[in-house]
């Protein structure tokens, strides 16, 4: 089954994962269509550091929780390309937490990443429990973000499906040599997950180093994975693309009901 983009209410529309997950998880990613933003973040710019009009953000914001009837507000992270991964809902105040990845065993609880070609990836384990959103760039995926996400997860890892959302395709995300030795590093087969490009520049494959960071895990339900947001203007932002541009989100979370 392909990825559907799902039309919701008048604007706001979405990527739904095509995985088996328990019907109580709800998950998408949204595409910048609709929304109030102008100029460079036209659309449905989700990001508030981004210097778009904090009103207008503010107002996509409360069209995404409207018209997707969310259960609470998105827990949303200050995201700084690490492995920091954070419970929700969080006690204490209501501080943004500076974190890339967020879980949760509550129901009504809303995981959130915020992307532009970094990869975002959805979980939630069979039993339909456990959730958890992680924002895996090139640093934070070689980091050990994704482990660190699993790790939460009161299931074993095969009981665990992922869901890999949009992100920059391995035709366009040109990087240097450094970044080949760093995830070479750590495991030498990820060599197959790179193409050389012009010069000394090679062309990742995010989805391939994702995969093989999750399956080395024990993580074999693993959806998704087709897109380029580089290359799809008018679905989605990308900064490599535009510089200066908006944001989107993948959500997850739990009903009650």
């Not at 709800?26 to 910048?32: I, N």
């Not at 074999?220 to 799809?232: L, P, V």
Request: aromatic share 8%.
């Amino acid at each position: 089954m392909s990825i559907e983009t799902v039309p919701v209410g008048s604007s706001v529309q979405l990527l739904q994962p095509d995985w088996p997950a328990p019907a109580a998880i709800k998950a998408c990613s949204t595409l910048r269509a609709g929304g109030v933003s102008t100029g460079v973040w036209a659309g449905l710019n989700l990001a508030s550091h981004t210097q778009d009009d904090p009103a207008a953000v503010e107002r996509n914001r409360e069209l995404l929780r409207r018209q997707l009837q969310l259960p609470a507000e998105p827990g949303w992270l200050e995201q700084v390309h690490g492995t920091a991964v954070v419970a929700l809902p969080a006690a204490g105040p209501a501080a943004v937490p500076i974190a890339d990845a967020s879980f949760s065993l509550e129901p009504n609880t809303v995981c959130a990443v915020l992307t532009a070609d970094c990869l975002p990836v959805l979980f939630c384990d069979r039993a339909g429990r456990w959730i958890a959103a992680a924002h895996a760039g090139w640093r934070g995926l070689c980091a050990g973000v994704l482990e660190a996400t699993v790790a939460t997860a009161p299931s074993h890892p095969a009981e665990l499906f992922a869901w890999l959302g949009p992100a920059i395709g391995p035709l366009a995300f040109e990087v240097g040599p450094d970044v080949r030795a760093a995830f070479l590093e750590k495991d030498p087969g990820a060599a197959e997950a790179f193409v050389a490009g012009d010069g000394d520049r090679w062309l990742a494959d995010l989805y391939q180093l994702a995969r093989r960071r999750l399956q080395a895990l024990g993580v074999t339900a693993i959806y998704g994975g087709n897109y380029c947001t580089f290359s799809d203007p008018e679905r989605f932002y990308s900064y490599r693309r535009d510089g200066q541009t908006g944001r989107q989100a993948s959500l997850i979370w739990r009903s009650a009901a």
